[in-house]
């Protein structure tokens, strides 16, 4: 029986790291879904990225996880798919630089609903069929940690995402199913595409490093999370040394 892997947000920046370093890893027999949410053509580029041994091993499935019914349908379809999840990657996330003075109701649901209410029900909903021993892992983010994100919301998801991931350790004990998350500070993804020179130079004084860690580096401390089997409720920072003077 070949290990199962889910992993949401899993074609760009981040997830997509995750899952190429998952694939690399990968025995023949082993499968990845891989969801994305609204970028079909980068989906597909990510797929006829990979080295055609790896190809057939990747399901991509569209999903808006904004949405309780979207993920319930991705549920529904990744049961008839498998029978079995060995780990679980909950990584899509999304921000906002608006002002909180400027915050809509619907833009703060919005943000809440993808990066922590439909995390929450999506994770309840696969649960039962994780394997003894599985794995959960969810992409938290430093902003969650330290009060420093521009975007309120964003940190407040991402810290409720941390508190999370500590709770439901409790929940997948009997099954020894570990929970842990990742908090990286800066990343060099998509996510950044719009930060101008300045910015990034304001933000690199502040790490100790002076540079955005790489997907690689994340990806490489996301695997290693998800095939220790000891560490469980922990969130584990990856930042270069952020704010340390
Ligand atoms: N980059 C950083 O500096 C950084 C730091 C700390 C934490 N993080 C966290 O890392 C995770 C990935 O971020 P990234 O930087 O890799 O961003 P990214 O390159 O923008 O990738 C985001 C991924 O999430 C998917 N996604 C976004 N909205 C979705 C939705 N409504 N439904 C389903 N999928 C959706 C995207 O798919 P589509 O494009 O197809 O919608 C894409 O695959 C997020 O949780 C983020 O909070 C990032």
Known sequence: MGKITVITGGTSGIGRGIAEKILAESAKADRIFVTYGHDEKKALSFQESLPEEKRFQVTLIKADMSSYEEMMVFVEELKKQTDHIDWLVSNAGISTYAKYEDYSFEEWTRIVNTNLSV?????????????????????????????????????????????????????????????????????ETPWHSARTQESYDRINRKIALHRFGTVEEVADMAYAVLSNGYMNGSVVDIHGGYDYF
């Open 119 to 187: 995390p929450v029900f999506m994770v309840k909903e696969l649960r039962s069929m994780m394997v003894e021993g599985g794995s959960v892992l969810f992409t938290g983010s430093y902003a969650g940690q330290q009060a420093y994100s521009s975007s309120l919301v964003y940190g407040v998801t991402k810290a409720a995402i941390h508190f999370l991931t500590r709770s439901l350790v409790k929940e997948f004990e009997p099954k020894g199913i570990t929970v842990n998350a990742i908090a990286p500070g800066f990343i």
